[in-house]
């Protein structure tokens, strides 16, 4: 009885209580709407400030920035015919949200090392949440959505760790 109540105990802490200590790692899948939403509007965001670095970015930048400008027009041209064949109902938006708009206003208004600099965190940033949205729509509703953000995953995963060496 004695061996139940303590493993009962344990089995309460491993679940209830150091998720909320320490933050759960265990994420609800966002609706498929929010999810087409947010990759679409960071794919938005990583063409716009790409196109922007491959013309005036260092030696370092610019390689980096063609590859996002030309795997990102890729993946949304995927998403888009996804939407446009009935396979997947969400409304793609046509225009950058807020936070992304006002990130691209500030990088354009940089030049030199201190764009470089601006540009190689905001791809960070970009790319890790990119990472975590498309992880976490692998227990996603939609199973062509699902699918696609599964082999949508590595490519992000490699440009997360490229944007990293370019700090």
Not at 28 to 47: C, L, Q, R, W
Not at 78 to 104: C, F, M, Y
Not at 145 to 155: A, D, F, K, Q, V
Request: proline fraction near 4%; charge should be positive.
């Amino acid at each position: 009885m004695r061996k139940f109540i303590v493993v009962r105990a344990c089995a309460f802490i491993l679940t209830a209580v150091l998720p909320a200590q320490f933050g759960s790692t265990a994420r609800a899948a966002p609706s498929t709407a929010d999810f087409v939403t947010k990759a679409a509007s960071g794919d938005m965001f990583e063409i716009r400030s790409s196109r922007y670095a491959a013309k005036t970015g260092d030696s370092d930048s610019k390689p980096f920035a063609r590859t996002m400008v030309r795997d990102h027009s890729r993946t949304s041209s995927q998403l888009r015919r996804l939407i446009s064949s009935g396979q997947v109902r969400a409304t793609l938006p046509t225009s950058l949200d807020p936070k992304h708009r006002n990130e691209l206003s500030k990088l354009r208004g940089l030049r030199g090392a201190e764009f470089d600099r601006a540009y190689d965190w905001a791809q960070l940033r970009a790319h890790e949440e990119a990472v975590a949205l498309f992880r976490s729509y692998a227990d996603g509703r939609n199973g062509e959505l699902r699918r696609w953000s599964r082999r949508t995953l590595p490519h992000l995963e490699h440009h997360l760790a490229w944007a990293k060496s370019l700090r």
